[in-house]
């Protein structure tokens, strides 16, 4: 039970869980900035700026870096894994919500036309765009540098 309980403690998971926080923050308050209202869809959903998948991925990668070795085996795989995260965020996951969005698009006519009546509607914003993804990565190298670097009992 005691070394199930570490996981609450371990450095690495803090420190990919407060990169994602941080990101999640962001989006809100940039929302909150640009749109001038609150949208609390922002707080847990995909999607945005900066991405938090990207942002939480290298956190644990970087923090991986600095506490076992930039060349340890278990830091490529933490890096290989980043990797596929920011590929997915930007090429898979934002194809999806461009297809979403044209099915959108599809499903607003075919209703005003009546030949459809239950319309419902898919989920747009998905995936991310270059930038969203650097500028995650970016905030999870700050954060993974400062929880791979930083002496503190953690």
């Known amino acids: 039970m005691r070394n199930f309980l570490g996981i609450f403690f371990s450095r690495y ?10 990101a999640q923050l962001l989006k809100v308050i940039l929302t909150l900035v640009i749109s001038k209202r609150f949208d609390k869809s922002r707080i847990l959903g995909s999607g945005g700026m900066p991405s938090s998948h990207s942002s939480m991925s290298v956190a644990l990668m970087t923090t991986i870096g600095f506490r076992t070795g930039f060349d340890s085996a278990v830091f490529a795989v933490a890096f290989c894994f980043a990797c596929i995260v920011m590929y997915d965020a930007a090429g898979v996951r934002q194809s999806t919500g461009k297809n979403a969005a044209t099915l959108n698009q599809l499903l607003d006519v075919l209703s005003g036309e009546g030949m459809i009546s239950d319309e419902e509607r898919l989920k747009e914003l998905v995936g991310h765009t270059p930038l969203q993804v ?14 791979g670097t930083v002496s503190v009992p953690v």
């Open 134 to 147: 650097a500028a995650g990565a970016i905030l999870g190298l700050i954060i993974g540098t400062l929880f």
């Open 13 to 22: 998971i803090l420190s990919a869980i407060v990169a994602w926080g941080v």
